[in-house]
């Protein structure tokens, strides 16, 4: 059977900035000299081979013999809309909306595997993007392995994917206005699986998802696997302050801290405060139960798989919908990144007519140029706080393992761990400089098997861990399980850091004007963590 191949030049990221920062990036990979480091990086441009068609992954069935084009284009966006497709809440939908949908996608899953607009062909196209096999080798003759998950990419790689599915969906019924619906998982009346995913007999309906966490269960932005279920109001408490208020208000300050690091050569990313808590969080949570069938938590809880659930593209739209809603929030950072090899990323998708189109990020910034806009709702997170553990001093717990600086790198696994971190030289500041400058907790190179899902949280002032409604909750780090790898083995080391912007927090507390703080790292299962060290710093 001939299959469609398409190779795309996918541009990774230019070493921009002074050569003073170019030296600084050379030594931190370790490289001899900047002409190392120029014939490593090349032009900036890598060739990927991106095989969009599922035989070339592992997965069955593949894409061939189809009338689409194999050489892609770039997108040509409208000057204008004439009516703007609405988003709405899923709970809140009509039953004939549900209809409506229900048969768009009832059409997608009976296309021929053939038809890159195919259900499974649509889902599999997320595998690739976000659990695919490795790219070519760099220079340095070590396989890089191309992600859109823990950096920058990961909010318009998404907006872009989902972007495309509507389109189709709408194109099979006809319909140009058709919008999907987003997962309002940050309000209360929308912290449950939506009703229209449960009908069994309903090409919305999927198999794979968690028995225990089915309706009226309230999601929790917060979960880990095994974690057991809180009363109601307690989970409502932790979904709206823990994470939503920490996740896009006081913690999410900054360009870095929302939408998380770079994604250039040689550098470890990190994951923006969205990325990891909620989304990760809700992928598992969704997905099933881990049984000899569903090994990884298919189908939201593995990256693979997770696009083979309808209920991804109502979450990937309340996500979508986040980014939209930071940058009307007050602060003067809350601005999309400007930054050229930014914007000037691009991706490749089939669009409604089966065409390959690239697309860049610069394109992408404003959700009206792409004709759809969201429902607008109330935020009840917007002015949620929390409360500190205890307003007096936490006394020490004697049953954390305490570490010094020195100690690391240091293995969690199973048991908190409490290190002493030095503050920053400026401690109190005005808020004209906290509006500069936050304060930053930076846990640098965590490794661990890609496969798990690995999860721990992180507490200020406090070795109790009193769970996320606290204000001593600094956050938390959550994996969801990647399978592929070079070479066919499943298990893979993966390294990010994680930046937590914790200026609110001190302030909370009243540790604002200490000279150090004591932060304690939680495992949340007994998954072994490498953590290569931490520290303070304030970034603007």
Partial sequence: METTIIVEEIKLGCKDGSRQEREEDARAL??????????????????????????????????????????????????????????????????????????????????????????MQQANIHALYCDGPDGDKDGLGKYIQFLVHNSWLFFPFHRWYVYFYEKILGNLIGDPNFALPFWNWDHPDGMQIPDMYTDESSALYDLNRSTAHQPPTTVDLDYHNGKAPKPREEQVDDNLYGVMYKNMVSGAKLPLLFFGSPYREGSTTTPGSIEKHPHNCVHIWTGHEITPQTPLGEDMGAFYSAGRDPIFFAHHANVDRMWNIWKTLDGPKRKDITKPDFLDFSFVFYDEHAQLVRVKIRDCLNTEVLGYVYEKVELPWLKERGMPHTRLAVPRNPNVRKVELTDFPITLKGSAVTIVVPRPAKKARSKEEKEEEEEVLVVEDISFDGILRVKFDVYVNDEYAPGPANAEFAGCFANVPHKHKHGGDHHHIHKVSLNLGITDLLDEIGADNDDSVFVTFVPNNSYPVTIGGIKLELLS
């Fill in 30 to 119: 370790g490289r001899q000299s900047l002409r190392r480091e120029k014939r490593a990086l090349g032009h900036c441009w890598r060739r990927i081979a991106w095989r969009l068609e599922t035989y070339c992954l592992g997965f069955g069935g593949a894409l061939s013999g189809f009338g689409g084009s194999s050489t892609s284009h770039e997108i040509k966006l409208p000057s204008q809309h004439t009516s703007l497709r609405v988003r709405q809440p899923a709970h809140k939908v009509s039953s004939e909306y549900i209809a409506k949908y229900n048969k768009a996608t009832e059409i997608m899953r009976n296309l021929p595997p053939s038809d890159p607009r195919n259900f």
